[in-house]
Nanobody, 123 residues
């Protein structure tokens, strides 16, 4: 069993930056691929970024490529989403998710989910 807790959300002006940590509890974190998903107001949850179990591979939604970076520290059992050059359209609740050997854009590939953290970008 893995529990995930996101933090680091808040209100930021357009062009600003935030870093979202997602801390995991439980064993075997280093075998889990991790993903970040965002749910904008009135919209379905969508893929943002993914990172493989060893951090060797990363993938991004087109809308965040070049602005967001996903990374992980397996010793600290934490995955990060660095968000730069934020835009008002990035406003969303951001969720981290984990799954054994997962590396996917689809929600069903992930078994564990955090509660989410709100990011609001003002214009």
């Amino acid at each position: 069993q893995v529990q995930l807790v996101e933090s680091g959300g808040g209100l930021v002006q357009a062009g600003g930056s935030l870093r979202l940590p997602c801390a995991a509890s439980g064993r075997a974190f280093s075998t889990y691929g991790m993903g970040w998903f965002g749910r904008a107001p009135g919209k379905e949850r969508e893929f943002v970024a993914a990172i493989s179990w060893n951090g060797g591979s990363t993938s991004y939604a087109d809308s965040v490529k070049g602005r967001f970076t996903v990374s992980r520290d397996n010793a600290k059992k934490t995955v990060y989403l660095q968000m730069n050059s934020l835009k008002p359209e990035d406003t969303a609740v951001y969720f981290c998710a984990g799954g054994f050997s997962a590396y996917s854009h689809t929600e069903r590939s992930y078994d564990y989910w955090g509660q989410g953290t709100q990011v609001t970008v003002s214009s």
